[in-house]
């Protein structure tokens, strides 16, 4: 069984994603320890909150080092998940100007209404339209609805790291890749059958 940690800086709703790990074959450790994430198979960074807060969280445990020495120094595949995805940008505005983790180049910023009829945060199912193909998506027809709640949205440097983008205030993207770390806006955990796919592809890789 694959182990799966999940990483604790008081900024997510652990033990859904726990649930969800563990309903897709997975075995999830809920943890800040660096020797979790040493034995880890897979790391998931979940998140709700605000991005200056989360990061200042991470910082706080170390886990940004901790962090960068598994995923990006030893290749684990790694998932971020809402607030998650975010804090993978180089910064974000929620909460002041904060540095994020860099990993992905781009910044967080809220979105602006592109109507009246438009509502922030945005809360509920939409779709996601894929830009390429990827060992994520498998078994996931395109268009297929996720479930999000938010209110800032990831604008990436890159057009090639942007796996998916949603129709909602013009167009926000909605997961990222980029070697093996993924990142998706929506809760997975909470998108039903669809979700539930996306989280065996993940820990297929």
């Known amino acids: 069984m694959k182990k799966v940690a999940i990483v604790n800086y008081d900024a997510g709703n652990l033990d859904s994603v726990a649930r969800a790990v563990i309903e897709c074959g997975g075995k999830p450790e809920i943890s800040c320890n660096p020797d979790t994430f040493a034995r880890a198979d897979f790391i998931i960074l ?4 605000s991005f200056a807060r989360g990061m200042q969280k991470i ?6 080092v ?7 120094d030893c290749g684990i595949p790694f998932l971020g998940i809402c607030l998650g995805m975010q804090l993978l940008a180089t910064r974000g505005r929620e909460g002041g100007e904060t540095p994020g983790l860099g990993w992905i180049e781009g910044r967080v910023e809220r979105f602006q209404p592109t109507g009246l009829d438009v509502r922030i945060p945005h809360v509920g199912w939409n779709e996601a339209i894929y830009q390429h193909s990827s060992p994520l998506l498998r ?10 709640v938010h209110s800032y949205h990831f604008l990436c440097d890159r057009a090639e790291d942007i796996l998916a983008y949603t129709p909602y205030c013009g167009n926000f993207v909605s997961i990222v890749s980029r070697d093996n770390i993924f990142g998706v806006q929506f809760h997975p955990e909470k998108s039903q059958k669809v979700g ?3 989280l065996r592809n993940f820990l297929a890789l």
């Open 196 to 198: 539930l796919q996306l």
């Open 59 to 64: 910082r706080d445990r170390n886990l940004d």
């Open 46 to 49: 979940p998140g709700v909150g």
């Open 66 to 72: 901790i962090l960068r020495e598994q995923v990006i």
């Open 139 to 148: 078994n996931i027809p395109p268009r297929k609805d996720f479930y999000f």
